[in-house]
């Protein structure tokens, strides 16, 4: 079975700072792709990012990035220069190609701060 | 192009009762997912369509039922409400193609059963 962990319930950062979030995952297979998502109070799921496990090279989108360490299961997003609207709860998630399941981990509450 | 829709967004019922909920993917997707968040189990999946065949199912009682349509609209149904199904359903739709998994979600319904 496929388990996502995020080891942070919670951050808070100050306006315009970089902030890393963790997540990481235990899989067996060998092609899956790896999301976050991120939630604001008003509980629609926006995608992030998202990462196909078969390329090396890390996926960026503007002020987001990942950091994806397939052998350590490990997949990380950074947020840059952070803004207010970006206080969210982040769910990281996993998804076996084919599946159409995704697997979350419990989320992180990220508050940016003015 | 228009986003996954869900009716209706917010419910109040009574235990015992039973509950109907709707969504329409994005044009073009063939694949509905739905899912479960609380506070204390987080997101888990329920079951997935695609092309008005259940493809994937969850960990979930047998009184969580769903369906396709032949335009890929979705409802799910739960009978006999007990006051633990209170909830956020969200419903995501996807391209589900080979190399396209990602899925995009509504807005949710929230479930209150008193």
């Known amino acids: 079975a496929q388990t996502v962990t995020q080891s942070q319930p919670e951050m808070s950062v100050q306006e315009a700072e970089t902030v890393t979030l963790s997540c990481t995952y235990d899989?067996?297979?060998?092609?899956?792709?790896l999301f976050w998502y991120k939630q604001p109070p008003s509980r629609q799921m926006i995608l992030v990012i998202r990462?196909?496990?078969?390329?090396?090279q890390n996926a960026t989108e503007n002020r987001f990035s990942v950091n994806f360490q397939k052998a350590a299961k490990s997949f990380s997003l950074k947020i840059s220069d952070s803004q207010l609207g970006d206080t969210a709860m982040y769910f990281c998630?996993?998804?076996?190609?084919?599946?159409?399941?995704?697997?979350f981990g419990q989320g992180t509450r990220l508050t940016i701060n003015p | 192009k228009a986003g996954v829709t869900q009716t209706p967004r917010y419910l109040i019922k009574t235990r015992g009762q039973q509950v109907t909920l709707s969504c329409s993917p994005i044009?073009?997707?063939?694949?509905v997912s739905w899912y479960q968040q609380t506070p204390g189990q987080g997101l888990q999946f329920l079951f997935e369509?695609?092309?008005?065949?259940?493809?994937n199912k969850g960990n979930f009682p047998g009184r969580f039922s769903g369906r396709q349509f032949s335009n890929s609209r979705s409802e799910m149904n739960v009978s006999t409400l007990e006051l633990g199904d209170s909830a956020l359903y969200l419903c995501?739709?996807?391209?589900?193609?080979?190399?396209?998994?990602?899925?995009?979600f509504g807005p949710g319904t929230r479930l209150t059963v008193l």
């Open positions: 990462q196909e496990a078969y390329k090396q």
């Open positions: 998630a996993f998804l076996i190609q084919g599946a159409q399941k995704l697997v």
């Open positions: 995501a739709s996807s391209l589900a193609s080979v190399r396209e998994d990602t899925q995009y």
């Open positions: 369509y695609f092309s008005e065949t259940q493809r």
């Open positions: 899989t067996s297979e060998n092609n899956y792709y």
């Open positions: 044009s073009g997707h063939r694949s």
